[in-house]
């Protein structure tokens, strides 16, 4: 089977820029599995036009501590940390076998601040292996950080922005203005009691979110901007409402932990 490759095209606007076309427009979210693919484990792998690797910070990074899951009716809430050895280390460990994938591999990157993300792209830029990054931002970024931390990923690799999706809408115009080639939409945050009252913050997954999602990639692509959907997709039919409703692919995060397309 011929595994379908990111197609970069330069456009000369003043800053580096690429339009992307995913030539399959279906791609694992960060997180869901991994910081390279493995083959033998993942069989979804021959379906994504893309790998997305695991959030990576500058510095090596400890889970979070305490509760870290609680379900809720429609989905779940994380709160892992995104742990992590830091990248020098994951550059260490993974970079050979990016370079032998034939899958492009995109780098998601945290954003804690310019300085850091600026050390992160010059480790990656030039690396065999890697196609593109996609810079994640934190959901209490404001307009002038997110703006800020857009122009510090520039370089000659495609940059994605991936907004927390209850923020999506008001900084989508922002970072594509920096210099992102697409923006691509993160778990949105919430909070959920544990039965001796205290509350746990977390990431929110599950299908739940799906609608929610779907609406905001209809409003984002209203302004013309190239969306990558993602937020509870966890069937086909998902998939294909979120690219009749613009978004340029789709990203499956963890639907992937159980097999993609299993029902319920």
């Not at 379908?4 to 997180?31: D, H, I, V």
């Not at 991936?162 to 900084?171: F, K, M, N, S, V």
Request: hydrophobic content about 45%; overall charge neutral; charged content about 15%.
């Amino acid at each position: 089977m011929c595994l379908l490759r990111t197609t970069t095209l330069f456009e000369a606007q003043g800053t580096t820029k690429y339009s992307l076309a995913f030539e399959r427009p279906l791609l694992n979210a960060a997180g869901s599995l991994g910081f390279t693919p493995d083959w033998r484990d993942v069989p979804e792998l021959h379906n994504l036009g893309a790998f997305f690797t695991n959030p990576v910070s500058l510095g090596a990074r400890t889970p979070a501590s305490g509760t870290r899951f609680l379900a809720y009716p429609g989905g779940f809430l994380l709160h892992s940390g995104y742990p992590n050895p830091g990248l020098k280390r994951v550059i260490q460990q993974y970079s050979q076998s990016w370079a032998r994938q034939p899958l492009p591999v995109w780098v998601h990157l945290l954003a804690q601040n310019t300085d850091e993300l600026e050390q992160m792209v010059r480790f990656l830029e030039g690396r065999e292996g890697v196609a593109g990054i996609e810079v994640g931002l934190a959901a209490e970024v404001d307009r002038l950080s997110a703006q800020a931390l857009t122009a510090a990923s520039l370089s000659e690799l495609p940059i994605i922005v991936r907004l927390p999706l209850e923020r999506a809408y008001d900084l989508a115009p922002t970072v594509i203005e920096a210099g992102a080639s697409a923006i691509s939409l993160g778990p949105p945050r919430g909070s959920l009691p544990l039965p001796e009252g205290k509350q746990v913050s977390g990431r929110l997954y599950g299908p739940a979110i799906f609608p929610l999602a779907l609406e905001m990639v209809k409003a984002i692509t209203r302004f013309g901007i190239k969306v990558i959907g993602a937020g509870g997709v966890y069937q086909p039919a998902d998939v294909k409402a979120m690219l009749s409703a613009g978004a340029i692919a789709v990203q499956i995060d963890t639907a992937l932990w159980r097999g993609w397309g299993e029902p319920g």
